[in-house]
């Protein structure tokens, strides 16, 4: 997850593509996620805060998180924001990924938390994704809240051991939270509805 940028390092300068680089991504139609993060750290209101409302999702360091990052987030996409680790934890907001297919800048900076010697600018093993915020949740949907409604039984969040902080949400599920959030079908609809930009980089934790 991202930090305040009070607290983030000085972006590195872009990395050079990998040698071996993926091809572009092929068009498909829009998909759903939900992100975690530690709101202490970065929360949906420092996402609707940033420059655009927008900022690299960053710090992903578990490889199948990463996977989803790298692999099946696309622009347009759209993302549950959900407190972690918090009191109580839940559902705070929604946002749409913009950019995909960059490396994560702070497995190159000693300074960062998210260090990783092992990477390097011609083969990075982390990346991340832009996300922008696209609505405050009016009712925030807390994880008790979220066990309750009926539909969700199989959502990856509410599964037994289920930690990763990029999980696939289907469009049922999507829909079910957003209305239990008060948000509804405008939202629900938007990331289909997004203009996509061409393909960029990837990103995991």
């Not at 749409?96 to 011609?122: H, I, N, W, Y």
């Not at 093993?125 to 009712?139: D, G, H």
């Not at 930690?163 to 629900?188: D, F």
Request: avoid cysteine; proline fraction near 13%; glycine fraction near 10%.
């Amino acid at each position: 997850m991202p930090r305040r940028p009070a607290s983030r390092p000085a972006a590195a300068p872009p990395a050079p593509a990998p040698s071996g680089a993926r091809p572009e991504v092929t068009p498909r139609g829009p998909r759903y996620w939900l992100v975690k993060t530690e709101p202490e750290t970065f929360s949906f209101e420092d996402l609707w805060a940033a420059p655009g409302r927008t900022t690299g999702w960053d710090g992903i360091r578990n490889y199948q998180a990463r996977n989803f990052l790298r692999d099946d987030l696309r622009p347009g996409d759209g993302v549950l924001v959900y407190h972690s680790n918090a009191t109580p934890s839940g559902v705070a907001g929604v946002a749409e990924v913009v950019a995909v297919g960059a490396p994560d800048p702070t497995q190159f900076d000693p300074r960062s938390p998210g260090f990783d010697p092992k990477a390097t600018r011609a083969n990075p093993i982390w990346y991340q994704a832009e996300l922008r915020a696209v609505a405050r949740a009016p009712r925030f949907l807390a994880l008790e809240e979220l066990r309750g409604l009926p539909g969700l039984a199989g959502m990856a969040l509410l599964r037994r051991g289920q930690r990763l902080s990029v999980q696939p949400v289907t469009a049922e599920e999507w829909g079910i939270v957003l209305a239990a959030a008060g948000l509804g079908a405008p939202v629900a609809t938007r990331a289909a509805a997004v203009r996509r930009p061409g393909p960029r980089a990837d990103r995991s934790r």
